[in-house]
């Protein structure tokens, strides 16, 4: 899914906010104010800053009262990578990780990566990961989104088994993916002839990202937005529509897809979100484990520079 936008932390609170109650609880939600003793309590105090959990190291904790919630935010020592815990009374406990997707172009690779990294991985080697999940989850959420300078993977649920089967498969997919050409042909773009029956019918150019943002296109508040972001701030990556041109979507290789997931799709380069009642302890054994014991800290080169003050209307 893309998204034109680049406010990412109003996207994950409210992402947040609306997983933060039961569907059955939301009608006793202004009277009902969760506890804050229990894993909010525990939280605060095993997580101090300085501590050491996991490979990670404790750079800030505070309460939130106002949520009743606990925030921990973590630093893992070998790879840089960030993770921000939000301990509350809450079954419906939420994941995301997100990285930073610096486009130097409109041919659409990280709106196209999304989609390829759920086509199967090293550990699950399925022809589509991601909508193997739906009919076998428990899951109250479950997405990934390209915005202008990100890409998020996260999910939600209020079963504490299926939480880590998710996780799994999320953290293999992003990170270990299998990204085989035929994958990007189906996701990104291909050439097809218009009769598959007819080996003389005219060429056309196919593929799901490439249908969606043609869709996208014939959209008029669409285009001034693109068009308003293009000529506000001409000189960085915010000058590039990530979810890609039509017409420069062709020009993206596969071999460019790859290059970019080793650069941009790298613990240095990613963020890791968690909220609800599940212990932050398993989750860091199991990110670690699974992910981060097999990168060192790279400098993935993302930094967006500041545009220039214009100097004429």
């Known amino acids: 899914m893309w998204l034109k936008s680049?406010?990412?932390?109003?996207?994950?609170?409210?992402f947040a906010r609306q997983r933060s109650l039961p569907p059955r609880r939301l009608c006793h939600a202004a009277v009902e104010t969760p506890k804050q003793n229990g894993v909010v309590a525990e939280t605060r105090d095993k997580y101090v800053v300085g501590s050491h959990h996991h490979g990670y190291t404790v750079s800030q904790v505070e309460s939130v009262p106002e949520l009743s919630l606990a925030a921990v935010l973590l630093t893992h020592d070998k790879t840089g990578a960030r993770h921000l815990h939000l301990a509350r009374e809450d079954r419906n406990n939420a994941f995301g990780v997100l990285l930073k997707t610096v486009p130097t172009n409109s041919r659409g690779v990280a709106h196209i990566l999304e989609h390829s990294t759920l086509c199967g991985s090293e550990k699950f080697p399925c022809?589509?990961?991601?909508?193997?999940?739906?009919?076998?989850?428990?899951?109250?959420?479950?997405?990934?989104?390209?915005?202008?300078?990100m890409t998020l993977y996260p999910f939600a649920t209020l079963n504490a088994k299926d939480f880590n089967n998710l996780l799994s498969v999320y953290l293999d997919c992003v990170f270990f993916p299998r990204l085989e050409e035929s994958d990007f042909r189906q996701e990104g773009w291909r050439l097809e002839q218009e009769s598959l029956t007819d080996v003389n019918s005219k060429l056309q150019f196919k593929g799901i990202v490439y249908n969606e943002m043609k869709g996208a296109y014939h959209e008029q508040g669409r285009m001034y937005q693109t068009q308003l972001q293009r000529n506000l701030l001409p000189s960085?990556?915010?000058?590039?529509?990530?979810?890609?041109?039509?017409?420069?979507?062709?020009d993206l290789t596969w071999e460019q897809l790859t290059e970019f997931h080793k650069r941009h799709y790298h613990p240095s380069n990613a963020k890791f979100f968690t909220y609800g009642d599940l212990p932050l302890d398993s989750h860091l054994q199991r990110i670690s484990d699974h992910v981060l014991s097999r990168f060192d800290r790279i400098d993935p080169n993302t930094e967006v520079a500041s545009e220039s003050d214009c100097t004429e209307p």
Do not use: E, W
């Not at 680049?6 to 409210?14: C, E, I, P, Y």
């Open 127 to 149: 022809r589509n990961a991601f909508f193997s999940m739906l009919p076998r989850s428990l899951a109250t959420f479950i997405n990934a989104f390209t915005g202008s300078d």
């Open 6 to 14: 680049t406010n990412h932390l109003s996207k994950l609170s409210r």
């Open 236 to 250: 960085n990556t915010y000058a590039h529509d990530s979810g890609g041109d039509p017409v420069d979507i062709p």
